[in-house]
């Protein structure tokens, strides 16, 4: 392997040659270094940083360095344990970099496994070496046994669809819309077979880690007969071990994985044989990366389908109104599966108003008397609330305490650990105490829980139906790893009658059982402030509610609400996507929100709240300079600085300013220009920041 010693300063500047390098660093900056010998770009280096050593990426060859060259250091080695990144891995983080507004070395390390970008995996190595090698000398685990299945036959819609996919050259976007239980996967399976079959690459998304193992055992029992191969097909998410997610990373990049599975990160896992993406629930707000780089792994799949030239297909029962108005529009494909694919109905979507009901442990009449004749019919119910915890708070009646946390502008939810001991956790923040047994303020013992989560739910339902087998399914019965794949096979395998559970189960599962969804409170969900909330919520019980009657007639699902004349639920009862999703983009044109206009939001984090606020009204101030000089004053709009509505997260207080225009490329002009004096700023504030673009919630 290649090795140069580190110097200080290099004093000879003849066979030099010079390298623009970048580094997983918050500067808005690339870093130029020295080599006597030419590194390829692309190819991965150690070089000093400060009292540092970083891994970085080489990105250009200057022809000379940004600095007077006896400043530039020399890099310290060369990693040649692989090829350098290939050239359209390189285009796809300078774009994603540049759209999101984020130095071009926090996209393109953080995308890289750990063991990549970690010196001290490298360290003392001469040779080729490193965790590439000990994984090649481990060899492939064995792929889990599955029995090849017969594909069904297609329905006319379907043939269509996947003829549609098929007969596309170079690159088009493919909206498939269809209801549940259509039989979009059987489109995707068809679509991937005559890319296989071309010797091509295949990277399938899904939004969800706990969607992949029933995808899984789909794709390897359709396509472990033409694959071939223990690498064939690999799973890549957060989910997996360093050395798991490596091998996965390493099998894209060499070609030996003709199918990868993923959730959003396998957007930038390489692929030298790509032939097609699909993007299954393409609406799904899982896709937005919430941490350092915001980007959506959507958007960039169809940026990087564009880019190679090859087909990329959005699929879901409930696009995200942006993909329909492109599909409208035009600037997408439209393929339609309006039907399921087993001549069985779509469940009955019935609205039981509790503005005049009493209810029994928060569920009404109608709904226990519906639980109950699913149980004596043998089938299986899902009650679904997206609140986990025992109680979103615990009041004390006398004095009139709540469950405050300490750290947050929000509530401690209580959760219980068993039958004796309880305790508060803060969603926001983390936060944990033990339940208190008495009012911290007056000692009243009689404390009360307000509200329901789903533990609370799942404790009602066995108080109801003592017999019955309920299981709970969210976030806090699935930490250990495996645990949701457990639960799930149980729901499959029959062993559950009734079902708690968050959105984790609203989406992409197959229950064949499943005859009944109840779902609880989501009056809560339907005036929040933000704009995409009504849609959110369609979305979402849409989805749950397509998880029954996929397999037999007379599924039912009940909504409790005390607003059952709303848009949202009126569109529900009549299973119209389309007709919800022509009135919710009216109503956003006739105000000038997206998709009719372009978003960005700067948030500002500080121990004061009027430090954040402050930092966001010079902000503003400095916009007004920027656009007062540019040829495009008036095409982006700034509004007024405010509070968050969770004002303050573990002690430190939020606020966000919003940044609106018409036109996509004034709004990325501008940001470019503003985002690199807002540093400068910060810093002097003493203030946290991010810019995000195209935000989800505002």
């Not at 990325?668 to 910060?682: C, M, T, Y």
Request: proline share 7%; charged share 20%.
């Amino acid at each position: 392997m290649p090795e140069i010693a580190a110097t200080t300063a290099v004093t000879a500047t003849q066979n030099m040659f010079w390298l623009r390098v970048a580094l997983d660093v918050p500067l808005n900056d690339l870093f130029d270094y020295c080599s006597l010998a030419p590194v390829p770009i692309g190819q991965r280096v150690i070089v000093p940083f400060g009292r540092r050593k970083l891994v970085g990426v080489v990105v250009a060859h200057p022809s000379s360095p940004a600095l007077a060259p006896h400043l530039i250091k020399a890099v310290e080695q060369v990693l040649d344990d692989l090829p350098p990144l290939p050239a359209d891995w390189m285009r796809l983080g300078r774009f994603a970099a540049r759209y999101y507004q984020r130095p071009l070395g926090e996209v393109m390390l953080p995308a890289l496994p750990v063991a990549l970008r970690r010196v001290s995996d490298y360290r003392g190595k001469r040779s080729a070496g490193g965790p590439v090698c000990r994984i090649d000398r481990r060899g492939a685990p064995v792929a889990p046994a599955i029995a090849a299945d017969e594909p069904p036959q297609l329905n006319a819609d379907q043939v269509r669809a996947v003829e549609m996919i098929a007969a596309v050259r170079g690159h088009a976007t493919i909206l498939l819309y269809g209801v549940t239980g259509s039989g979009k996967t059987e489109v995707y399976l068809h679509a991937a077979q005559t890319v296989l079959k071309q010797g091509r690459q295949v990277l399938f998304m899904v939004p969800e880690i706990n969607l992949t193992p029933q995808l899984e055992r789909s794709l390897r029992s359709r396509f472990a007969p033409l694959a071939g191969g223990s690498d064939a097909l690999v799973v890549l998410n957060s989910g997996l071990s360093e050395g798991e997610r490596l091998r996965a990373w390493l099998a894209a990049l060499r070609g030996r994985a003709r199918i990868l599975l993923g959730t959003r990160l396998a957007i930038f896992a390489p692929m030298p044989d790509l032939g097609l993406i699909i993007v299954d629930e393409e609406h799904d707000g899982s896709y937005k990366q919430q941490e350092g780089l915001r980007y959506s792994a959507r958007d960039l799949a169809v940026w990087r389908g564009s880019d190679i030239g090859i087909p990329v297909v959005l699929g879901s029962a409930t696009p995200a109104l942006e993909s329909w108005h492109h599909a409208r529009r035009g600037h997408y494909l439209l393929a339609v599966l309006p039907h399921r694919a087993r001549p069985v109905e779509p469940p009955t979507v019935r609205l039981v108003d509790t503005r005049r009901l009493v209810l029994d442990r928060g569920f009404s009449g109608p709904l226990v008397e519906a639980l109950a004749q699913r149980l004596g019919a043998g089938q299986q119910s899902l009650i679904f609330l997206n609140r986990r915890g025992y109680a979103p708070v615990l009041n004390c009646q006398s004095c009139g305490w709540t469950s405050q946390c300490p750290r947050c502008t929000a509530y401690a939810v209580l959760h219980r650990r068993d039958s004796r001991r309880h305790y508060l956790q803060c969603h926001h923040c983390g936060y944990q105490a033990p339940a208190p047994r008495a009012c911290p303020d007056c000692g009243d013992p009689d404390l009360r829980p307000i509200g329901r989560g789903t533990q609370r739910v799942e404790e009602n339902l066995r108080s109801l139906f003592p017999s019955a087998r309920v299981v709970r399914i969210d976030a806090d019965s699935t930490r250990k790893k495996g645990s949701a794949e457990q639960l799930f096979a149980q729901v499959h395998a029959g062993c559950v009658d009734i079902m708690v559970g968050t959105q984790m189960v609203s989406k992409g599962h197959d229950f064949t059982r499943l005859g009944l969804v109840g779902v609880l409170n989501a009056d809560a969900t339907l005036f929040a402030s933000d704009f995409r909330a009504p849609e959110r919520l369609f979305a979402q019980l849409m989805q749950v509610a397509g998880r029954a009657g996929r397999r037999a007639q007379g599924a039912e699902v009940i909504i409790q609400t005390g607003y059952p004349e709303q848009a949202v639920y009126q569109a529900l009862v009549r299973h119209d996507y389309a007709g919800f999703a022509s009135h919710s983009l009216a109503e956003r044109e006739a105000v000038g929100l997206p998709p009719y206009a372009h978003q960005a939001l700067l948030t500002a984090e500080a121990a004061r709240l009027a430090a954040a606020l402050d930092f966001l009204g010079q902000s503003k101030a400095l916009s007004e300079a920027l656009r007062g000089a540019a040829a495009d004053n008036g095409a982006v709009v700034l509004y007024e600085p405010i509070p968050l509505r969770v004002v303050r997260v573990a002690n430190v207080e939020r606020a966000q300013l919003l940044i609106e225009s018409r036109s996509r490329p004034a709004l990325q002009n501008f940001l470019g220009d503003w985002s690199r004096e807002l540093p400068a700023l910060a810093s002097a504030a003493h203030v946290r920041y991010r810019l995000e673009v195209d935000p989800l919630e505002i």
